[in-house]
């Protein structure tokens, strides 16, 4: 069905959606972008829409799905001598959805992008570009005839050749919406290997493709989508500007109206403690005795002492200069002669890595690190807490503040991106938007230092001495709506008008 027919039937058809991305909680799982394709379709498919997902064979993906079935054969492409369609459905939501089967290309293991030593996949443009273009074909029922779409949405650059691939077609079928969720991670390629792609040579000028000298995936998804979101309202201010466009910003300007900011949400049934399984007691905004709990167990589990009046910091997070790990390890020798704890998890920067290591072994019972992921542990560092920090340089949306909020663990965030949409500082006069006072949810700093930083922390440790505010702020956190449902209906009207816009323009 064409965007035209679906717009004339109106309302008695259901919107049909076809998400493209590369993860998923919890089959492959780098980052946030996982979180918020396991969450964003069902939330839509509850909403009534008609929504599926195509994913990329890898071994996970194959692994953990079920009911997998043949939809077509699609034979050599991209390298890859056997290429088929397979349709299943998601463990735990049911959600339908297709699999790029190539052996040759996506079934090998570790990282879905990059090698054992860090290096990135040699054959990552074939790998993604096929993903993008299985993703045109499945939205205009070249692949499963019994399905098309009235919108394709491509997540980040491993999806975005799908919304070039639709941009070639004389009269695409479906509108496409692409969703940066980094901008500073672009899909970058050779140059020369250009014809791999199967677009004529027009497409890879300064006006398409090209990004000084190579390939830009990202930019494909900028320039060729009918609409362009990002992860939060100030994220996309943000990556208009020089200082955050990652040279991409004059790309962004040029899209104007075309490009909003819908703010991430999270799973809430997932993330609950009045119900999370992974916690050694539940609790809820009015009986927070359960927090206490936690927090006694996590300091057990870690070997923290136990220490009722130290201000119990958590770090969750990808360990990055981005993410401001380097501010951090920075501040902490003074945090920690303050009495702060810290207990953080992550994965990165072999150096940041290493000197959280060394924080752990130099101070005993105060500093416990976790270099790995566990997503178990990654609940109970966040419930037994008192406080999340989340120093990001640029963070384009940010899940953990999020998570911070759910389960009454203060955020300490820079303002940036999606964390100065989320967190409220308790020190600030009251923002628009907000209706008096006890709005406040969290502490916030904007100078990139450790001073920042540390001034930031050393305010959290001081509220925390005052225990009936602390309170009150915890339950002014925990009383904020970060659910899905709110960004599933702003994405289906924008949708929506893509459908009614492109029945307009044919009638």
Not at 415 to 424: A, I, M, Q, W, Y
Request: with cysteine; proline share 6%.
């Amino acid at each position: 069905m064409t965007a035209g027919a679906a717009a004339a039937q109106g309302s008695a058809a259901a919107l049909r959606v076809l998400h493209v991305a590369a993860e998923v909680f919890p089959l492959v799982k780098t980052g946030g972008l996982a979180d918020v394709v396991a969450a964003l379709p069902p939330a839509q498919a509850q909403e009534g829409a008609d929504v599926r997902l195509l994913l990329p064979g890898l071994p996970a993906v194959l692994d953990g799905l079920q009911a997998l079935q043949p939809v077509c054969e699609v034979g050599n492409c991209f390298g890859a001598l056997r290429v088929r369609l397979l349709r299943g459905r998601m463990p735990d939501s049911g959600l339908p959805v297709y699999v790029v089967d190539a052996p040759y290309l996506y079934r090998r293991g570790g990282n879905p992008y990059l090698r054992a030593d860090g290096s990135e996949w040699p054959d990552n443009l074939q790998r993604f570009a096929l993903l993008g273009w299985a993703g045109a074909h499945l939205a205009a029922a070249d692949a499963d005839p019994q399905w098309s779409a009235d919108v394709l949405h491509a997540h980040d650059w491993h999806a975005a050749m799908a919304c070039a691939y639709q941009a070639e077609r004389p009269a695409p079928p479906a509108g496409t919406v692409f969703t940066v969720h980094n901008l500073a991670y672009q899909g970058l390629f050779a140059m020369e290997d250009w014809q791999t792609l199967g677009l004529p040579a027009r497409r890879m000028s300064s006006e398409g493709l090209e990004f000084h000298g190579q390939l830009s995936f990202m930019k494909a998804g900028l320039k060729y989508a009918d609409l362009v979101t990002t992860v939060s309202p100030s994220y996309a201010a943000e990556i208009a500007t020089p200082e955050f466009g990652c040279g991409l910003d004059g790309v962004i300007r040029a899209r104007g109206a075309a490009v909003h900011g819908i703010l991430n949400g999270i799973d809430t049934t997932i993330w609950d403690p009045a119900a999370d399984a992974a916690l050694p007691a539940r609790y809820t905004a009015s009986r927070l005795q359960g927090k206490k709990a936690c927090r006694r167990a996590l300091q057990a589990e870690l070997g923290l002492e136990a220490d009722e009046r130290a201000l119990l910091l958590t770090v969750v997070s990808r360990l990055t200069g981005q993410k401001g790990m380097d501010l951090l390890l920075a501040a902490m020798p003074a945090l920690l002669a303050q009495g702060v704890q810290f207990a953080i998890q992550g994965t990165g920067d072999a150096a940041l890595e290493a000197a959280l290591r060394a924080a752990q072994q130099a101070y005993p019972g105060r500093v416990h690190a976790y270099v790995g992921y566990d997503e178990a542990r990654a609940h109970r560092l966040i419930a037994g807490a008192d406080a999340i920090l989340v120093p990001s340089r640029f963070e384009p949306c940010g899940l953990t503040q999020m998570y911070g909020l759910r389960y009454g663990t203060l955020p300490i965030v820079r303002g940036v991106g999606g964390l100065r949409d989320t967190v409220f500082d308790l020190d600030e006069a009251m923002r628009p938007g907000d209706r008096g006072a006890g709005s406040g949810t969290g502490f916030v700093f904007h100078e990139a230092t450790p001073q920042a930083l540390a001034q930031a922390v050393q305010r959290a440790a001081a509220l925390k001495g005052d225990a009936p505010r602390w309170r009150r702020a915890m339950q002014a956190a925990m009383a904020r709506d970060h659910g899905w449902r709110a960004p599933a209906r702003e994405y289906l009207q924008r949708y929506r008008a893509l459908v009614e816009g492109a029945g307009a323009a044919q009638g």
